[in-house]
Nanobody, 124 residues
């Protein structure tokens, strides 16, 4: 059974930082593309960042580029999202996702598995 479990969310002031983690089990992590998506209250889910199996290729939404960093540790089956210079508009539930399709399709939400999400609240 595939499981993706996010952690690290919470309340932070604007300008602060948080690091999200996603522990993955039940699949070959090193052979799976990974990504982060988010959904703000009243809005549709949107792409945040994606990373290739080796970690060499990464892509970010324009809204987080330069502030967020996606990374992975294939030895620990764990995905990370380092979020710096947080803004109130970053407030959302953040979801970890896994997929074996091309990065472009993963960016479009073509993931095979999703976590249940972790809430990030940025106070202004």
């Amino acid at each position: 059974q595939v499981q993706l479990v996010e952690s690290g969310g919470g309340l932070v002031q604007a300008g602060g930082s948080l690091r999200l983690s996603c522990a993955v089990s039940g699949l070959t992590f090193s052979a799976t593309g990974m990504g982060w998506f988010r959904q703000a209250p009243g809005k549709e889910r949107e792409f945040v960042a994606v990373i290739s199996t080796s970690g060499v290729l990464r892509s970010y939404a324009n809204s987080v580029k330069g502030r967020f960093t996606i990374s992975r540790d294939n030895a620990k089956n764990t995905l990370y999202l380092q979020m710096n210079s947080l803004k109130s508009e970053d407030t959302a539930v953040y979801y970890c996702a896994a997929g074996t399709d091309t990065l472009s399709r993963l960016i479009g939400g073509g993931m095979d598995y999703w976590g249940k999400g972790t809430l990030v609240t940025v106070s202004s």
